[in-house]
């Protein structure tokens, strides 16, 4: 079946710094990505759908200079958290189908950040 | 905004079925439901999805009603590894990008 490989599954990074995470389909091409966040004990938010080649879309209250989206390649989508803060510590989780009219959304495993 | 009501939680006895309702009243014709779900620090898993139709495969079964408002996702022998945070889900017309917008789910815990 459809694997969706993430990655790191866990980093800690300094206020200040940025990070990278990487998002894979393995085995098909991902014509759109999504990527979440999860707080302990709520629900997968949404914060932006990402097309191959295209500005990602971001959801409402989500700030699109914080949370860099990058969909270079039908494989390959990163998520780049510039200038941490303690508060966007949380669980990020990316999904990817291969295309809109698929029926078929595959999710990752998710990266734990915590930002001291 | 989530389109679909799910109880807070549940309880189901190890070998027996468990049958997790949602409600999803404003569901539009050609919106799909699906449903996934998530053990403690993982991503979601693919369970089943359906439009119409009810649909069965060697996870579980699907039952939508006539009218489409609500769905019934049947664990027929659920399994204390079935423990998890079962979501219900109304696609987004794929004609407005087709994702996937999660509501609160239902924590589902299987007992000995």
């Known amino acids: 079946g459809a694997v969706v490989s993430q990655h790191p599954s866990r980093v800690i990074c300094k206020s200040g710094t940025s990070v990278k995470i990487e998002c894979r389909s393995l085995?098909?091409?991902?014509?759109?990505m999504f990527w979440y966040r999860q707080f302990p004990k709520k629900s997968l938010m949404l914060m932006a759908t990402?097309?191959?080649?295209?500005?990602?879309?971001?959801e409402q209250g989500v700030e699109k200079d914080k949370f860099l989206i990058n969909h270079a390649s039908l494989t390959l989508s990163t998520l780049t958290v510039t200038s941490a803060h303690p508060e966007d510590s949380s669980f990020y989780i990316c999904?990817?189908?291969?295309?809109?009219?698929?029926?078929?959304?595959?999710f990752g495993s998710g990266t734990r950040l915590t930002v001291v | 905004d989530a389109k679909t009501t799910q109880p807070t939680s549940m309880d189901c006895a190890e070998g027996r079925a468990a049958n997790l309702p949602c409600n999803h009243s404003?569901?539009?014709?050609?919106?799909?439901v699906y449903w996934y779900r998530q053990i403690h620090s993982q991503g979601p898993q693919y369970i089943i999805h359906?439009?119409?139709n009810n649909e069965t495969n060697e996870m579980a079964s699907l039952i939508i009603t006539e009218d489409r408002k609500s769905s019934t996702l049947i664990l027929p022998h659920a399994t204390l590894r079935d423990t998890a945070v079962y979501y219900c889900?109304?696609?987004?017309?794929?004609?407005?990008?087709?994702?996937?917008?999660f509501g609160q789910g239902t924590e589902l815990s299987v007992k000995p």
């Open positions: 999904s990817a189908t291969p295309g809109r009219f698929s029926y078929g959304y595959t």
């Open positions: 085995d098909f091409q991902a014509t759109t």
């Open positions: 990402s097309n191959e080649g295209s500005k990602a879309t971001y």
């Open positions: 404003t569901i539009s014709g050609n919106e799909y």
């Open positions: 359906g439009l119409k």
């Open positions: 889900i109304v696609r987004v017309d794929r004609n407005q990008g087709g994702k996937l917008i």
